[in-house]
């Protein structure tokens, strides 16, 4: 049973009005990457052959921001009315499919793959029609209530709005993610009504569909909440991103072999690498997709952005700014520094407050900086520009743009001239 076939529907057509955004709220990052792809990741992590996006709100935005990925399929949803008519959407993309269905949401992106497996694993064992996604929470408030009868079965799921006075009582919530028989699912669908306190079309109400038919419906509690928290406003955001930081974080120090002496004051994004025995000082920003060698030093203060990758033993020191940039062993930039658009040779030095000056104004332009070249404090070098092997600038110096310094000379001043050869150059 467990290599039965998956699809995936999410739900991200809702409006998300409490995000107070002009973005669609999946498109909204968490530790860097959009909270959908956090659920697309965990849709693929389960094998799904595909995942149905059900979009709406702003779902042009949300579709050009996914449509490079494989095994992804958009579904529009015009009129929102309601998470039933949400998955309805899906049933040509669904037709005559016999494995499993994950239902998940758009909005729901820390689920760990382990949570899923084990709930597919109990889905199958139990040879469930559904199995809901579940946890106990001492405020219930706002969420559907999991109502069970005398033999603890699952027999429905009544939402807030719909509660009846002793239901109120219940800890026992849906988080919004289920399994279903995809076979058992889809006829279910079209019984669905809006006999309900928001006259919508509850997927919720597939539950007591199936279990008055005589199938089975089981709940697999996570007792994890932060695993199953929505993000539905900027707060919830900021405490998500803060859980998968906090992740990320931990992954780095305890299966990775990296120090982090300040975790609360240290930002390292999702797909960032990091090295074993490398020493990342506090407030330092690692953004997504920065790749950094072993025995590294790392801030305090230091910003890392995209592109960024450091080979081993390199040091990126107190307000130091990289972007696409590629440093080699032993390559250092102690302290206030901006290195954009480079590339940096072995153990190359840049001197305190040298700027890469990548940027004319209209476009980026790229910098080398070859082997073991030495760049004074306070160079600017002016991009397009080369900076040859073992070559060295002096204080201040400004390199203009095309002006290359050769290998093994010392140029200084504004606009940067020859001074001379390095003592034991070829050239010398
Ligand atoms: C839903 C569940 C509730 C559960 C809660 C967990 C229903 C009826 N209720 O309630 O039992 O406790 O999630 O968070 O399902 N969406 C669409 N199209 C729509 C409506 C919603 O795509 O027409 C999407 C939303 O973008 C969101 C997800 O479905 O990603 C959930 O919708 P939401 O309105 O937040 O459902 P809740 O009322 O929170
Ligand atoms: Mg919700």
């Known amino acids: 049973m467990a290599d039965r076939a998956l699809k995936v529907v999410i739900l991200a057509a809702g409006k998300s009005t409490r995000m107070k955004s002009d973005a669609p709220k999946v498109l909204h990052k968490v530790a860097g990457l959009p909270v959908l792809q956090w659920v697309l990741d965990q849709a693929d992590s389960l094998g799904a052959l595909e995942s149905i996006v059900i979009i709406g ?6 579709r050009k921001a996914f449509e490079n990925r494989s095994n992804i399929r958009f579904v529009t949803q015009e009129p929102q009315l309601g998470t039933g008519h949400a998955v309805m959407q899906a049933k040509e993309a669904l037709a005559g499919f016999k494995g499993d269905v994950a239902i998940l949401c758009g909005d729901v992106p820390l689920i760990r793959p382990k949570t899923l497996q084990l709930m597919r694993h109990m ?4 040879e469930a029609a559904c199995t809901i996604l579940t946890t106990l929470r001492d405020d219930p408030q706002g969420y559907g209530r999991i109502v ?20 109120e009582q219940i800890r026992e919530v849906n988080t919004g993610t289920y399994l279903f028989d995809c076979e058992k ?34 709940a697999f509690a996570c007792d994890d909440h932060d695993e199953v928290m929505g993000i539905n406003n900027r707060k919830q955001l900021a405490t998500a991103d803060g859980i998968a930081r906090a992740r990320i974080m931990d992954e780095l120090m305890i299966e990775q072999g990296v120090t982090i002496y300040e975790p609360a004051t240290t930002y390292i994004e999702a797909g960032a690498r990091v090295g074993r025995d490398t020493v990342i000082y506090p407030h330092t920003v690692i953004r997504t997709g920065v790749e950094i060698g072993q025995r590294c030093s790392i ?16 040091k990126v020191g107190a307000f130091v700014e990289t972007k696409n940039a590629a440093y080699g062993d032993g390559a250092k930039s102690g302290h206030l520094a901006y ?16 700027i890469v000056a990548n940027y004319d104004g209209e476009t980026k332009h790229q910098t080398e900086i070859g082997d073991n070249a030495f760049i004074g404090c306070g160079t600017v070098l002016v991009a397009p520009v080369k900076v040859g092997k073992n070559a060295q600038t002096g204080a201040n110096t400004v390199v203009p743009h095309g002006k290359d310094v050769p290998d093994d000379t010392i140029v200084v001043g504004v606009p940067a001239k020859e001074l001379r050869k390095k003592p034991g150059s070829n050239h010398a």
Do not use: W
């Open 57 to 62: 709100h702003e779902g042009d935005r949300v």
């Open 339 to 354: 290195m954009g658009d480079v590339t940096l040779g072995k153990n190359v030095n840049i001197g305190a407050g040298s």
């Open 299 to 314: 801030g305090p203060f230091a910003h890392l952005r995209p592109g960024t990758r450091l080979g081993n033993e390199c």
């Open 148 to 167: 069970r009868d005398g033999l603890g079965r699952v027999r429905r799921i009544v939402e807030q709005k719909d509660l009846i006075s002793q239901q």
């Open 185 to 218: 699912l889809l006829p279910t669908l079209d019984k669905l009504g809006t006999d309900n306190a928001q006259s919508e079309y509850y997927l919720t109400d597939v539950v007591p569909q199936l279990a008055d038919g005589g199938n089975k419906v089981v």
């Open 123 to 126: 889905h199958h064992s139990e």
